[in-house]
């Protein structure tokens, strides 16, 4: 019986701490990025630093799908997303929150080669980037 204590809460911990130290998470076409904690700059290219290898990075294709989701375990903090402008300015996406745990996004950028997110909460800031070489549109 103490055994099975024990492990529950262990168990439980764990989940906790996963919960409350948690970043946010973006899905794209299915597949976990995560972000890059940073301060908020108002130039959008100083997270992506001076020796940035765009062709090291995961591509994927940008038509494949219609909504970025943002998974928030920290569900008693809401998050605030918003699409980062880099050439052409474009009308803002739509934001949904589906419950306390997930937002989507729409996909407004399908033939952009970088579409990027600053997600913010609390005091905390995010940026997420998401490439497609122009072989894969």
């Known amino acids: 019986m103490k055994k099975k204590n024990f492990i529950f809460i262990t168990c439980l911990l764990i989940f906790i701490f996963i919960t409350i130290f948690s970043p946010p998470i973006m899905f794209a076409h299915g597949l976990p990025i995560l972000g890059k904690k940073s301060e908020k700059s108002e130039n959008n290219f100083d997270h992506l630093g001076d020796g940035s290898d765009f062709t090291s990075r995961k591509v994927y294709y940008t038509t494949d799908f219609d909504y970025f989701y943002f998974i928030n375990l920290r569900f008693w903090e809401n998050l605030e997303i918003e699409q980062l402008q880099y050439y052409i300015p ?48």
Do not use: C
């Open 90 to 137: 474009t009308d803002e996406p739509r934001v949904k929150k589906i419950n306390p745990f997930i937002y989507s996004v729409e996909q407004n950028l399908k033939y952009s080669y970088i579409n990027s997110f600053g997600v913010s909460r609390s005091n905390d800031f995010w940026y997420f980037d998401y490439y497609a070489r122009d072989d894969k549109l």
